[in-house]
């Protein structure tokens, strides 16, 4: 609930917050967070995933190392590397999912999204195709990991982002902005954070 907070802090006291967290130990405490930190009135929290339908589906959590749980199949060698380091097992749960479409669709626009969910990006923005096109000046920070997802995924992903109409940008360690218009250049590093910013946002 980290991001959560400081996003309410900025958009307190007429804005709103939405925040989606599927693990139910993680969920209890950005639920808290918000709470105690006075932001529980103005942020809207849900206990699930999203994607590109809804329904449910098996999470991967990988105990002690919460922030590499998945939905995507994982290598039988990751699962096991990771139980070495942490000294803990991983487990599957359901998990509730749903389109961002169903559950912002009484919403006018969104101004700022954040989307780490290791390497279930392509499918969470496939179901909010509606709300990222009617948000005008919508600026998206989104983790991206070629290696997780494939070129031709990766690819695919970044392809529906301009067809979107959204410039990338990729943030530098030192906090500054490299724009890339090429997706061969951007599929070939290893890691990014990215700045997706609409064409025109203020």
């Known amino acids: 609930g980290y991001y959560s907070v400081l996003c309410a802090w900025r958009a307190h006291p007429g804005g709103q917050v939405w925040a989606f967290e599927p693990i139910p130990k993680l969920y209890r405490i950005l639920s808290d967070n918000l709470h105690n930190n006075g932001f529980g009135t103005m942020a809207h929290r849900r206990q699930m995933a999203l994607s590109d339908h809804s329904g449910t589906a098996s999470l991967r959590v990988f105990e002690g190392y919460e922030a590499t749980s998945t939905l995507r199949d994982v290598p039988e060698a990751f699962i096991a590397n990771t139980a070495a380091e942490t000294g803990r097992p991983s487990h599957l749960i359901d998990v509730a999912v749903a389109r961002l479409d169903d559950e912002m669709a009484d919403v006018a626009e969104i101004h700022v999204m954040k989307i780490d969910a290791e390497g279930h990006e392509p499918s969470i923005i496939r179901g909010a195709q509606e709300i990222l096109r009617r948000s005008r000046n919508l600026k998206i920070v989104m983790e991206f990991v070629p290696p997780i997802m494939g070129r031709d995924e990766s690819l695919g992903l970044l392809s529906m982002l301009r067809e979107l109409d959204f410039s990338i940008y990729r943030i530098e360690t030192d906090a500054s902005?490299?724009?890339?218009?090429?997706?061969?250049?951007?599929?070939?590093?290893?890691?990014?954070?990215?700045?997706?910013?609409?064409?025109?946002?203020?």
Do not use: C, H
């Open 177 to 202: 902005l490299v724009r890339f218009d090429s997706d061969d250049e951007l599929v070939n590093l290893p890691f990014s954070d990215l700045l997706l910013v609409k064409s025109g946002a203020q």
